[in-house]
């Protein structure tokens, strides 16, 4: 087996924050991942803006999600600067939860190999610098298993 994917090192992860994204961050520290709703019109919206793609609505309700992803995209980083063992799994998720939403994150503790688009992930939440927690996700292996078996 090859090296498990990882996220870069907690501590040197750090965020900011705005009055458009304090709520996605605040409910990570509580382990839940949510997501933007346009209140007016519906449309889902990550990363966190003040202003709706579609409508340009100020109004927003926070929806808490299943935590339940699929793989969109992704790449494979073998070793950044400074940290040449890292192997990354950098992907943009779907939430079916929140459609037309994505989100990048990472794919940790899987096999590289193992990771494809489409792969079935669920949401874990990793300590970083300053108290924050950074959502990643982890193959869901029973979700993979009913795929594969038909189920």
């Given at each position: ?72 995209s992704f790449s494979i980083v073998n070793g950044v600067p400074g940290q040449p063992g890292l192997t990354l799994a950098a992907a943009v ?59």
């Amino acid at each position: 087996m090859s090296t498990l994917t990882t996220t870069l090192p907690p501590a040197g992860i750090q965020i900011t924050t705005d009055s458009a994204t304090e709520p996605f961050w605040q409910a990570a520290k509580e382990n839940r991942l949510v997501a933007p709703k346009c209140a007016d019109c519906g449309t889902f919206r990550l990363p966190p803006s003040p202003f709706c793609p579609t409508c340009q609505s100020q109004n927003v309700d926070w929806v808490t999600l299943s935590g339940r992803a699929t793989v969109y995209s992704f790449s494979i980083v073998n070793g950044v600067p400074g940290q040449p063992g890292l192997t990354l799994a950098a992907a943009v998720v779907d939430l079916p939860d929140a459609p037309g939403a994505r989100l990048v994150s990472n794919v940790v503790d899987a096999d590289p190999d193992a990771v494809r688009i489409g792969t079935p992930l669920t949401v874990d939440f990793v300590e970083i610098a300053d108290g924050w927690k950074l959502p990643v996700f982890r193959v869901d292996s029973a979700a993979e298993d009913a795929t594969l078996s038909g189920t």
